[in-house]
């Protein structure tokens, strides 16, 4: 305790200093040391005379001008608990966000309101007569789609209504190569084909047995015709009018009921693919094949239900081992790869939810005219695909022609070792018809009406520059499969010859030439 003389008085102060008005106060972190310090020099300061004056006399005059108090270390008491201040921070926290949130939405609304514009095109475009109600003519009066109705739907449609017409019949490889090179700015473009998406074919196989889903291998072809700023057309090319410059097409309507129009064009490509080479067997109606994605859809279904039946307690055994046999006719690429993926699906992924009898049941087996499967390509990739084949035990039966296919077995010839013919017969559940590739019906047609120019019965023939024999020159094209290039070397050197002996004034019938090759 300090003991300060104060007018006869004792004064009893805290070790904490005083707090004398004006002044700041000491901060209560202070320790007792830093606190006794601040006590002794405020008690020098305040009591030491100064300009000769005494302690007494500074001491009267100090306690009679400042008001001394003294401050404790104790903190201050609360007026509310820590409940209630968790409470009100909570509240106000979460009043804070709603408040944020509110004020978010608020603006959201109103830059929708100021920024949102009706758009009344579907009111102000304009539709040619012409294009809704088409003029009749050519040889059979059909309707002539002379104007598209959505040629006036934007201005650089309207650019394009009064350009050459280019109409392409198909919606393939070919054809999408095709329009991803063309420039728009040069045709008007119509795109005629039965399905209104692109498939990826190459990976078809895969999706029969679920490897890839459907969605994966297919893109809308009006996607791709909107780059050129085209049009699209779902219907079937049916016959074309050389003579007229029209295209026949038929599509069915709402009711079900088919029906015809022409389609004029000034350029032609036609790119309508190819169909499965049936090779005059019967019985082609119990098997599948591999050109759509209707058919892979069918071909899923097809093996899921033998594969649901074979399960069933009233199957027999014989039955069984006939749901179970998996026959794919054609060791082409398509053939090939379709069987190594069905034995994928019954070996991997059908053992993990189905019984595991049903895998010692399972075969599969791959029919091929030729001596070996993949013939057109190299030897090795054959013999690698053979050899695969064998260590799965897929069974190959190579020169082998099929003559019939019923609903429950298949019926073929096999050469046997001395060259002699057997006929043999094979119980299946499902059998895959991939035999190559032949005339559609649209591309025969157009073949005999060229007449002479055209003399090959697989596909349409075309010059070096695709153009089409036998039609007027650089009006009509064929791409894909459905064409071929004749490059007749033979026919080219007799018409050089011939033009050489009459640059030289000899008789192209009876002259003679001796050509010499020199050796490297």
């Not at 739907?153 to 190569?177: F, H, T």
């Not at 350029?267 to 119990?286: C, D, R």
């Not at 759509?292 to 069918?298: E, G, S, T």
Request: charged residues 20%.
């Amino acid at each position: 305790m300090l003991r300060l003389a104060t007018s006869g008085r004792i004064a009893r102060a805290r070790l904490s200093p005083p707090i004398i008005a004006g002044t700041k106060p000491t901060p209560p972190c202070l320790n007792a040391k830093q606190s006794v310090f601040n006590a002794r020099t405020y008690r020098s300061n305040c009591w030491r005379p100064q300009n000769g004056l005494s302690a007494r006399g500074t001491q009267h005059k100090t306690t009679s001008h400042q008001i001394i108090r003294y401050v404790s270390g104790k903190p201050l008491p609360q007026s509310r608990s820590w409940l209630l201040n968790l409470l009100y921070r909570t509240a106000a926290l979460f009043g804070g966000s709603i408040l944020v949130i509110g004020v978010g939405v608020v603006g959201f609304f109103i830059y929708d309101s100021t920024t949102y514009r009706e758009d009344l095109s579907h009111q102000d475009i304009q539709v040619s007569e012409i294009a809704l109600c088409p003029r009749k003519g050519g040889p059979k009066n059909l309707p002539i789609a002379e104007v598209q109705i959505d040629d006036d739907d934007c201005s650089e449609m309207q650019r394009q209504k009064n350009k050459p017409k280019l109409v392409i019949l198909g919606g393939g490889w070919g054809s999408v190569a095709l329009l991803k090179t063309l420039n728009p700015d040069q045709f008007h473009i119509t795109v005629v084909s039965p399905t209104n998406y692109f498939l990826f074919t190459p990976m078809l196989p895969s999706a029969t047995v679920g490897t890839l889903e459907f969605r994966s291998l297919v893109e809308p072809i009006r996607r791709i015709v909107t780059r050129v700023k085209g049009h699209f057309m779902r219907a079937t090319a049916e016959n074309i009018e050389f003579s007229e410059k029209l295209v026949e097409c038929s599509q069915k309507d709402a009711n079900g009921n088919e029906v015809r129009f022409y389609l004029p064009y000034d350029k032609l490509v036609i790119g309508v693919g190819s169909t499965t080479n049936p090779h005059g067997v019967k019985g082609l109606e119990n098997c599948h094949f591999l050109k759509d994605i209707d058919d892979a859809q069918n071909i899923r279904n097809h093996i899921m239900t033998n594969l649901e039946y074979a399960c069933l307690p009233t199957t027999s055994d014989e039955e069984r081992k006939r749901l179970l046999s998996f026959v794919v006719s054609g060791g082409g690429p398509t053939g090939v790869e379709f069987a190594a993926e069905i034995f994928d699906l019954l070996n991997e992924d059908i053992t993990a939810h189905f019984p595991k009898l049903l895998r010692n049941e399972i075969s599969v087996h791959l029919i091929q005219s030729r001596g070996h499967i993949l013939n057109t390509y190299d030897e090795a990739v054959s013999k690698y695909a053979e050899e695969r084949f064998a260590h799965d035990q897929v069974d190959i039966l190579t020169n082998s022609r099929v003559k019939e296919v019923t609903p429950d077995k298949i019926i073929f010839t096999q050469k046997g070792e001395n060259g002699e013919t057997v006929t043999k017969e094979l119980p299946m559940g499902f059998c895959l018809w991939s035999t190559g590739v032949a005339q559609t019906d649209f591309c025969k047609r157009i073949s005999a009406a060229l007449g002479t120019s055209q003399r090959n019965t697989h596909a349409l023939e075309t010059d070096t520059h695709l153009r089409l024999n036998g039609t007027p020159l650089g009006d009509v094209y064929a791409i894909g499969d459905c064409a071929t290039v004749q490059n007749n070397v033979a026919d080219h050197l007799v018409t050089f010859l011939r033009t050489l002996a009459w640059e030289k004034g000899k008789d192209p019938e009876t002259s003679e030439y001796i050509f010499y090759t020199c050796p490297l």
